[in-house]
């Protein structure tokens, strides 16, 4: 019934598009939609693409051929990923159509934004489908505290994609996702004394120390979602509240070899996606625990600023000889981009950083 009722709501709106030159009615095509892999970037080494299972949330707008003029079309279409691409109606049969003549302008959204805690919606999707319109007043989405298992970090990613005037095709559209969100990669590598496979999952646990949590994210449909400014002016931090501010506990990878490593001499990657936020000089940012030891690294002077869309990469070398573990080399790229010694902007060389 609900899937009727929109069709014929959709029939509706745009009478005059359906109709032909001629006067007889035009072939609508069906809509099909899939993701492409992450705009020039990985959500970690081991996944390109939406995962299995991820909620998908699609808005159009429909752009009038002859005046210009944009009208909303559907709102908050739920699909469900299959982790190679593909999206799906959440809802079997709920299908939707092109205009007959006009193109579309698609938003589409992958975030943990958690269930409504009071009133007639209680304990349902934040984002009601079907009905909800694109939150451009804000919607929060939360990054998990515990990220030590693939399912938590993939639910902590804030995903964003824009396809604009789409003409009616027969293929599906990809859509361009693109993170909002920053991540945070501690490499171990293997220094005097110490060979890679020293370094395992096992015994190391890194953790990132009191970060902010939520962000609330405010899609903008008129910002070029693919400049740095456009998606910083789309986030903003939410009011102090009790449990937004944790620790996070980082999901912590091994590489297979060392040409699967882009760091020689690391097989143990520990990540994390977080909020994007500043983070004051002299914090302790990260507690890597390993060997029997704990290492902290201090922001330095001047403070760390984690922007949409970059990863930041510390690497932890491990000596034996004397029993020192050293912190050093923070580096920030394209999420997904591999490191060069040319885009490091600060070497940590202070005694604080060294246990």
Request: proline share 3%; charged share 15%.
């Amino acid at each position: 019934m609900t899937a009727g009722v929109a069709l014929m709501s959709l029939a509706a709106c745009s009478t005059d598009d359906n109709e032909a030159s001629n006067g007889s009615a035009a072939q609508q095509l069906e809509i099909h939609l899939s993701s492409s892999s992450i705009v020039a970037d990985t959500r970690s080494y081991t996944a390109t693409n939406l995962q299995n299972g991820d909620v998908v949330y699609v808005w159009t707008a429909m752009v009038n051929g002859s005046t210009g003029a944009v009208s909303d079309y559907f709102n908050a279409w739920t699909l469900m990923a299959n982790g190679v691409g593909g999206l799906t109606p959440q809802s079997a049969g709920n299908t939707k159509l092109f205009p007959a003549t006009n193109a579309l302008n698609f938003y589409a959204m992958v975030g943990n934004f958690g269930l409504v805690t009071e009133g007639p919606r209680e304990g349902l999707p934040m984002i009601e489908s079907e009905v909800a319109a694109i939150p451009a007043t804000g919607i929060l989405h939360t990054v998990n505290a515990n990220q030590t298992t693939a399912t938590a970090y993939f639910q902590s990613d804030l995903l964003y994609a824009v396809k604009k005037n789409q003409e009616p095709i027969a293929e599906a559209v990809q859509l361009p996702f693109i993170h909002m969100l920053s991540r945070i990669q501690v490499v171990l590598v293997a220094g005097n004394g110490i060979t890679a496979s020293d370094l395992t999952a096992n015994t190391t646990s890194v953790k990132l120390h009191q970060l902010e949590r939520q962000v609330i994210f405010r899609p903008d449909t008129a910002l070029n979602y693919t400049l740095q400014a456009s998606r910083a002016a789309m986030l903003a931090l939410p009011a102090q509240n009790e449990g937004q501010i944790d620790d996070i506990l980082m999901t912590t990878n091994v590489v297979g070899s060392n040409d699967a490593a882009t760091d020689p001499g690391s097989t143990v990657y520990a990540d994390a996606i977080v909020v994007p936020q500043t983070v004051a000089a002299g914090t302790t940012l990260l507690k890597v625990s390993y060997l029997g030891r704990d290492t902290e690294w201090k922001v330095p002077a001047g403070g760390l600023t984690f922007e949409s869309g970059k990863q930041y990469r510390f690497r932890l070398t491990a000596d034996r000889i004397g029993e020192t573990y050293e912190l050093s080399s923070v580096t920030m790229e394209s999420w997904g981009a591999n490191t060069t010694e040319a885009a490091w902007f600060d070497t940590i060389t202070s005694e604080e950083n060294k246990q």
